[in-house]
């Protein structure tokens, strides 16, 4: 914990915090308006595979990748994979600091509520699981097996459900923020 506190001490300067937010979601925009429309283009509706926050079972990734065909799947793997191997880790260590940088703010960094900062690294963590089986399923297919998808979908599940969960927590504290900063500055008037 004191190796912890001694890094986020060091990181969680507003620039820092800001810089890498704003890089981070620049990734994720470049996701949303590029390689995830690209990849789409071939699934004629069906949600990729990233983007369902409650999983998938082997008839529905059977049906994307066949519906996908072989330009499809090859820009799955080669358009969308490769960014969203860079964005887990810039969400992980991004947010990981912006919940820093709120808690530090309401002084409950150095308190059990610095754990909340691993949410997002949770997150990150299971978006590479996930890639991973997504990048094993489009390499054998159609062979892949009903216990790769089902751990893939696990880890979609865990992703989503650790970022909810970040994004709640996230707004808890800054209305507590917001809260303390009307309070100081009624008590100032």
Same mark, same amino acid.
């Given at each position: 914990?004191?190796?912890? !506190?001694?890094?986020?001490?060091?990181?969680?300067?507003?620039?820092?915090?800001?810089?890498? $937010?704003?890089?981070?979601?620049?990734? *994720?925009?470049?996701?949303?308006?590029?390689?995830?429309?690209?990849?789409?283009?071939?699934?004629?509706?069906?949600?990729?595979?990233?983007?369902?926050?409650?999983?998938?079972?082997? &008839? *529905?990734? !059977?049906?994307? $990748?066949?519906?996908?065909?072989?330009?499809?799947?090859?820009? #799955?793997?080669? &358009? +969308?994979?490769?960014?969203?191997?860079?964005?887990?880790?810039?969400?992980?260590?991004?947010? *990981?600091?912006?919940?820093?940088?709120?808690? +530090?703010?309401?002084?409950?960094?150095?308190?059990?509520?610095?754990?909340?900062?691993?949410?997002?690294?949770?997150?990150?963590?299971?978006? #590479?699981?996930? !890639?991973?089986?997504?990048?094993?399923?489009? &390499?054998? #297919?159609?062979?892949?097996?009903?216990?790769?998808? +089902?751990?893939?979908?696990?880890?979609?599940?865990?992703?989503?459900?650790?970022?909810?969960? *970040?994004?709640?927590?996230?707004?808890?504290?800054?209305?507590?923020?917001?809260?303390?900063?009307?309070?100081?500055?009624?008590?100032?008037?």
């Amino acid at each position: 914990m004191l190796i912890l !506190n001694k890094i986020l001490e060091k990181n969680i300067s507003g620039k820092k915090v800001f810089g890498l $937010f704003i890089l981070t979601n620049l990734v *994720y925009a470049f996701m949303l308006m590029v390689t995830i429309p690209k990849t789409m283009a071939f699934s004629n509706g069906l949600k990729l595979l990233d983007m369902m926050p409650t999983g998938y079972d082997f &008839n *529905y990734v !059977n049906k994307l $990748f066949s519906t996908l065909g072989d330009i499809g799947r090859e820009t #799955y793997l080669t &358009n +969308q994979i490769p960014v969203d191997m860079i964005y887990p880790l810039l969400f992980g260590v991004s947010y *990981y600091l912006v919940m820093a940088y709120f808690l +530090q703010k309401i002084n409950k960094l150095h308190t059990p509520f610095i754990y909340l900062c691993l949410l997002p690294v949770i997150a990150g963590i299971a978006d #590479y699981l996930e !890639n991973l089986g997504i990048i094993s399923m489009l &390499n054998s #297919y159609p062979d892949f097996t009903e216990t790769i998808v +089902q751990t893939a979908s696990i880890f979609s599940v865990i992703k989503s459900f650790s970022t909810s969960l *970040y994004f709640i927590t996230l707004l808890v504290i800054l209305i507590l923020l917001g809260i303390k900063s009307l309070k100081k500055t009624s008590s100032t008037i």
